[in-house]
């Protein structure tokens, strides 16, 4: 059976009978997990096992692993791993060490889909939705960290979900809550698109920003906007991988998430994005969701493609690497390389 061009979220640490039948009469690509869905090692390795076993084995599976504050795999049980400011001004190494420990940490756990990193550029006086999750202010600076975290997870095995595409920096409010509006122009968004630009041939899927850009849609925000999808990230940006939404229930968005479903793969995303959890929800937006395109499947066939010609495992070396160069003195002052989500 064709699935679904939907990625959905699971309400807890097991999966359910109820979920399992949805699963089974109306399979969804792929299943994103967060916090209420992890509690121990052993437990996750036999959910994801359990996901695969009806979805079948290359079924995505997504977690948002960036490190610092959002971290769905957390001490004790697993590694902390830096926020991306943190490595603003070190090695190449460094990071994709990183990358590479994190991606592997979560490949243990049977997680291939990883929601990073983020290619948002940090901009001084924005929400802090974005803040420590960015590289750096720089965006040659983004790209030089950004291209070495995406080698490093795809690395380890992994797929890396770049975020948040055309570029959420400069957004005054969040996204989970409410519509953030960006009025800058042309010019200042070059600058936003610019990391995106540059790993779009790289092999990685982008995760859109709910955001209105006013210079480019004065209407719809970017992940319901055929103009933004089709001339700036299709066209300008020159993205030709998977495009998978935001989490179509979050504040920004208004209306049904199975008619945001619909605006969305109309606009040009080849799949959504659904994570609240619940039962009634996500059959809901399954029923009314089309089948996963042939051009879509195509993409993701691709990012696998990359991904393996990548592939392979240093993990106890690269720590040592990542570790002597975060250690190293251009660290910027006040990073806490072991900064995490509370």
């Known amino acids: 059976m064709t699935p679904r061009a939907a990625i959905i979220g699971l309400s807890g640490p097991v999966l359910t009978a109820e979920e399992a039948a949805l699963l089974r009469a109306s399979p969804p ?68 060490a990183n990358a590479l420990l994190l991606g592997a940490t979560c490949l243990a756990e049977g997680l291939d889909l990883v929601c990073a990193p983020v290619l948002d550029i940090r901009v001084p006086g924005a929400h802090g939705v974005i803040g420590d999750r960015a590289f750096s202010e720089d965006p040659h600076e983004v790209i030089r960290l950004g291209t070495a975290w995406v080698a490093g997870l795809q690395a380890a095995g992994a797929i890396p979900v770049v975020k948040h595409i ?3 920096g400069r957004a005054t409010a969040d996204s989970h809550h409410e519509l953030p509006r960006v009025r800058a122009c042309p010019a200042q968004l070059a600058l936003d698109i610019a990391p995106f630009r540059a790993l779009a041939a790289s092999g990685a899927w982008a995760m859109t920003a709910h955001v209105l850009y006013e210079a480019w849609d004065a209407a719809l925000p970017a992940t319901i906007s055929p103009s933004v999808i089709g001339t700036i990230i299709r066209g300008e940006i020159g993205f030709d991988g998977v495009l998978v939404t935001d989490d179509l229930a979050m504040g920004a968005l208004s209306g049904a998430s199975n008619d945001l479903a619909a605006a969305s793969l109309e606009a040009g995303c080849d799949v959504v994005l659904h994570c609240t959890g619940r039962i009634g929800d996500s059959a809901a937006l399954l029923a009314g969701c089309p089948a996963l395109t ?12 990359v991904r393996d010609a990548f592939h392979r495992r240093e993990p106890a070396a690269l720590r040592a690497l990542r570790d002597a160069a975060l250690a190293a003195p251009q660290l910027p002052a006040g990073a806490d390389p072991t900064a995490r989500e509370a």
């Open 29 to 96: 690509v792929g299943v994103i997990l967060f916090a209420r869905n992890i509690a121990a090692p052993a437990q996750l390795r036999a959910l994801t096992a359990a996901i695969r076993d009806i979805l079948g084995a290359e079924a995505p599976i997504l977690v948002d692993q960036e490190g610092g504050r959002v971290a769905r795999l957390k001490p004790p049980a697993w590694e902390a791993f830096p926020a991306a400011a943190a490595f603003e001004g070190a090695p190449e190494v460094a990071a994709h």
């Open 166 to 168: 055309p570029g959420h």
């Open 294 to 305: 042939d051009r879509a499947a195509e993409r993701l066939a691709a990012a696998r493609a």
